[in-house]
């Protein structure tokens, strides 16, 4: 995909990345096991920071554990410290689980985090619900190695090969559906129960991360993947894995290898055919017609498509976020005539500019301009050269948006700006629906907003 843009820049440094720490990701992907609480190798100030993050986008409680290292720690190691914690958590939390993700100052001072936890278990005096210890899960996930969205799938992998193994053949399936907002995780469970299909979605933060009202406050949040269904997932039919990335990949090739789990790998179902996929996948494991409540579902977006035409036709976006979100956005976009002209991600996951090309293949008049591994500073920089009409993704873009004076199309994460990031749908003919319509009157409020007449209908 190459370009006549500038290629050269004048600093080596990253100047606000478009992107956050493995640990944040991780972090994530622990609170959707049942009973799991998130523990931190590594200082206290890496839990103090994520938690806020978090808590700002989701407006949950976030409880993340630390071994709170410091500088004695940095020279002669943290593994007691790693010990006391998870002697502190199992007693006060009566957790069902802990997953623990290093940071970068203990993989940069060594720490060998399975031999310490198999010394832990070796020697454990405590107990957890019931009277057993909890399930000890880690991952590697150094902040300096890659971003969040790694370092979520990473604990994804880890909660995989440490919980799951062969068992017995069973005809249910797993569904590994990536890194989306809590909605479009109960939007997956509605589907796959529409479909007859008994299905564990891994991880499952839509309860622990956007829960009802309670009486009162709960130290452990109720929900999450249990563990009896991760124990099973050795045995399913089928695993329908969502995401383009090898990094996203990688839970469901791992149980295809050591337990023979046939694998669909598709990419996000965001849009009309990726959606398309998604849903005949699930109708030939079902062995059965689609819904029609989906089929309607897409006859909406269809009839929508063809109503907003006239206001999307040629516009021009700027794309960002994680590399699975805006792969799947940018063939969304080339679907409602949008022209993608800059799709940028911080992470650097292999494949992204080839996947960019064959989702908006035959769909766009211009090359896609793919920037893999940028920060907003590059991003900023492209966008006032390209000239989009909107943006597309979180609220770190914003800034750009304002200078640029076009609209700010709210997706993903992080959203701390705007309230109810964790109820945006992505995913499906709904996530299409309720995308298409934000972008369309976001245009329409745009150009409301600048004319001097003040037209009522546009």
């Not at 940071?103 to 198999?118: Q, R, S, W, Y």
């Not at 039919?237 to 990335?245: D, I, V």
Request: glycine letters at 12%; charged letters at 20%.
């Amino acid at each position: 995909m190459k370009s006549n843009l500038a290629e050269k820049r004048d600093y080596v440094s990253s100047t606000n990345a478009c992107k956050a720490c493995m640990p944040l990701g991780a972090s994530i992907a622990f609170k959707g096991v049942e009973g799991c609480v998130p523990f931190l190798h590594g200082s206290q100030g890496c839990a103090t920071y994520m938690r806020r993050y978090l808590i700002s986008h989701f407006r949950e409680p976030v409880d993340i554990a630390s071994s709170a290292l410091g500088e004695g720690e940095a020279v002669f190691g943290g593994g007691p410290n790693l010990k006391q914690g998870l002697v502190n958590v199992i007693n006060k939390y009566q957790a069902k689980a802990v997953g623990i993700a290093t940071t970068c100052l203990t993989e940069t001072i060594g720490d060998n985090v399975p031999a310490i936890v198999k010394e832990f278990l070796d020697a454990a005096k405590v107990e957890g619900p019931g009277g057993k210890m909890p399930a000890l899960i880690h991952a590697s996930t150094p902040s300096y190695a890659a971003t969040h969205a790694e370092g979520f799938h990473a604990a994804v992998d880890a909660i995989v090969r440490q919980l799951a193994h062969p068992v017995a053949r069973h005809s249910g399936i797993n569904l590994l559906p990536g890194f989306v907002s809590p909605a479009d995780i109960r939007h997956l469970q509605e589907v796959a129960k529409g479909f007859g299909l008994k299905a564990t979605l891994l991880p499952d933060y839509s309860r622990p991360l956007d829960a009802p009202a309670g009486t009162s406050y709960e130290i452990l949040p109720g929900g999450g993947t249990p563990l009896a269904d991760i124990a099973k997932m050795g045995g399913a039919a089928a695993t329908l894995s969502f995401g383009w990335t090898p990094y996203s990949q990688a839970a469901g090739r791992d149980l295809q290898e050591r337990c023979g789990v046939a694998l669909h790998d598709l990419g996000l179902p965001i849009g009309l055919r990726q959606s398309d996929a998604m849903f005949e996948a699930l109708a030939a494991l079902a062995k059965r017609e689609i819904p029609s409540r989906h089929a309607d579902q897409r006859g909406r977006l269809l009839d929508a498509m063809v109503d907003g035409h006239k206001y999307l036709s040629g516009k021009r976006a700027v794309v960002y976020g994680e590399q699975d979100l805006v792969i799947g956005l940018a063939s969304f976009l080339a679907e409602i005539g949008v022209q993608p002209v800059l799709c940028a991600s911080g992470g650097r996951g292999a494949g992204f500019r080839e996947n960019l090309e064959r989702v908006t293949e035959g769909l766009v008049r211009e090359t896609v301009h793919a920037e893999p591994g940028v920060d907003f500073y590059r991003i900023a920089e492209l966008s006032r050269e390209l000239k989009p009409d909107f943006l597309l993704g979180h609220s770190k873009g914003y800034l750009i948006a304002r200078e640029l004076g076009v609209p700010l199309v709210r997706v993903g994460f992080p959203i701390h700006d705007r309230f109810g990031g964790p109820r945006l749908h992505h995913l499906g003919y709904r996530g299409a629906q309720e995308m298409y319509d934000r972008i369309v009157n976001a245009l329409l409020e745009q150009k409301q907003s600048e004319s001097n007449v003040g037209y009522g209908y546009l």
